[in-house]
T-cell receptor, first 113, second 114 residues
Framework: GAGVSQSPSNKVTEKGKDVELRCDPISGHTALYWYRQSLGQGLEFLIY????????KSGLPSDRFSAERTGGSVSTLTIQRTQQEDSAVYLC???????????FGDGTRLSIL | GNSVTQMEGPVTLSEEAFLTINCTYTATGYPSLFWYVQYPGEGLQLLLKATKADDKGSNKGFEATYRKETTSFHLEKGSVQVSDSAVYFC?????????????FGSGTRLQVQP
């Protein structure tokens, strides 16, 4: 399809495990964003990529969170040593460039047991 | 810092009623303003946008006007349908400060009854 694709759509894991979430942006979109949506905190920005570099990582909540983007396309968000408070829907968005509207994927629902 | 404030939900309306969802913002620079909609079980979709004062964004019968003097971007629709039931998010991006990320309001759930 032509939209932003995220995988997996659902992930259940035990506390303390590491998880990787994947985002395939719309083809040709140079800007990519990760957000988190949780009941208590609403929609929170995590990190922004322009190409392969991340000029804004200010939303990452702790050093357990990291992200990378390769080839100016696919991005992975990694959470190490997961905690129960990491349970949320993780949303990825992309835009043609940073001045254009962002288009969102359907998200990955992460549940930490 | 930047912030967006939306009216508390849920908003419950009968079909064909008039809708207003209030949104006000605080921004350091001169932001672009957006409304996103999230239908049940789906991701966020861009509904409409406005990039400068007095611009009116419109889509699917929804409208919002960028009011710099009142720092507002209220969402309106003249006649809602059951299919409009969703959560609506007001958001801003503030390029002047180099902040590319969206700042979202807390969302307003709309329930339209037949």
């Amino acid at each position: 399809g032509a939209g932003v694709s995220q995988s997996p759509s659902n992930k259940v894991t035990e506390k303390g495990k590491d998880v990787e979430l994947r985002c395939d942006p719309i083809s040709g979109h140079t800007a990519l964003y990760w957000y988190r949506q949780s009941l208590g905190q609403g929609l929170e920005f995590l990190i922004y990529f322009q190409g392969n570099s991340a000029p804004d990582k200010s939303g990452l909540p702790s050093d357990r969170f990291s992200a990378e983007r390769t080839g100016g396309s696919v991005s992975t968000l990694t959470i190490q040593r997961t905690q129960q408070e990491d349970s949320a829907v993780y949303l990825c968005a992309s835009s043609q460039n940073s001045n254009q509207p962002q288009h969102f994927g359907d998200g990955t629902r992460l549940s930490i047991l | 810092g930047n912030s967006v404030t939306q009216m508390e939900g849920p908003v419950t309306l009968s079909e064909e009623a008039f809708l207003t969802i209030n949104c006000t913002y605080t921004a350091t620079g001169y932001p672009s303003l957006f409304w996103y909609v999230q239908y049940p079980g789906e991701g966020l979709q861009l509904l409409l946008k406005a990039t400068k004062a007095d611009d009116k964004g419109s889509n699917k019968g929804f409208e919002a006007t960028y009011r710099k003097e009142t720092t507002s971007f209220h969402l309106e629709k003249g006649s809602v349908q059951v299919s409009d039931s969703a959560v609506y998010f007001c958001a801003l991006s503030d390029m002047d400060t180099g902040r590319r990320a969206l700042t979202f309001g807390s969302g307003t759930r709309l329930q339209v009854q037949p």
